[in-house]
T-cell receptor
Framework: GENVEQHPSTLSVQEGDSAVIKCTYS??????FPWYKQELGKGSQLIID?????GEKKDQRIAVTLNKTAKHFSLHITETQPEDSAVYFC????????????FGQGTILTVHP | DTEVTQTPKHLVMGMTNKKSLKCEQH?????MYWYKQKAKKPPELMFV???????INESVPSRFSPECPNSSLLNLHLHALQPEDSALYLC????????????FGPGTRLTVT
């Protein structure tokens, strides 16, 4: 299947706090786990991704962790800034979804100054 | 150049009009995509082109007609649209269909009156 569930649907934090968004998937064959960020009025941009042979990947203030046993992966943003405010998506990719990204409902992150 | 450009940025058209959306990339990508995104919803895949050939059509109504004249260009021809077709239309590209790292353009905001 291509089901992806994302939580929470909205997240509000104070500047400097950390934010965590979790994505649960159902396709056991999935082997690629991306996170996209969409700012208001713009297209989505890939911000970080991880493959199934790695448990964690970090890029400055953002990190992604993968738990293949539990079938979930999470986006971690530390020291949040107002410009982190956006909608974040964890589209289903890989496995039986060859060539397709199926976007879930997304998480609206608001970082208050 | 890692940019996907889309024109026009905004388009208002009547239900009897014929118009076209354009997308261009110069990254040498051989897969290109059209997505439709309604307000506060995730992007939904419409079409996938691979090596200038239509690879996936997600049961899109025939009033939307894609065209890939060459490896850098992707068009979406619109005819006899309905008001419910009003949305943000996003173009994306990737190295090829096996690559899930997609680069999105800023989108065309379409309003059908």
């Amino acid at each position: 299947g291509e089901n992806v569930e994302q939580h929470p649907s909205t997240l509000s934090v104070q500047e400097g706090d950390s934010a965590v968004i979790k994505c649960t998937y159902s396709d056991s064959a999935s082997n690629y786990f991306p996170w996209y960020k969409q700012e208001l009025g713009k297209g989505s941009q890939l911000i970080i991704d991880i493959r199934s042979n790695v448990g964690e990947k970090k890029d400055q203030r953002i990190a992604v962790t993968l738990n293949k046993t539990a079938k979930h992966f999470s986006l971690h943003i530390t020291e949040t800034q107002p410009e982190d405010s956006a909608v974040y998506f964890c589209p289903n990719a890989g496995g039986t979804s060859y060539g397709k990204l199926t976007f879930g409902q997304g998480t609206i992150l608001t970082v208050h100054p | 150049d890692t940019e996907v450009t889309q024109t026009p940025k905004h388009l208002v058209m009547g239900m009897t009009n014929k118009k076209s959306l354009k997308c261009e990339q110069h990254m040498g990508h051989r897969a290109m995509y059209w997505y439709k995104q309604k307000a506060k919803k995730p992007p939904e895949l419409m079409f996938v082109y691979s090596y200038e050939k239509l690879s996936i059509n997600e049961s899109v109504p025939s009033r939307f007609s894609p065209e890939c004249p060459n490896s850098s260009l992707l068009n979406l021809h619109l005819h006899a649209l309905q008001p419910e077709d009003s949305a943000l239309y996003l173009c994306a590209s990737s190295h090829d269909r096996s690559s899930y790292e997609q680069y999105f353009g800023p989108g065309t905001r379409l309003t059908v009156t």
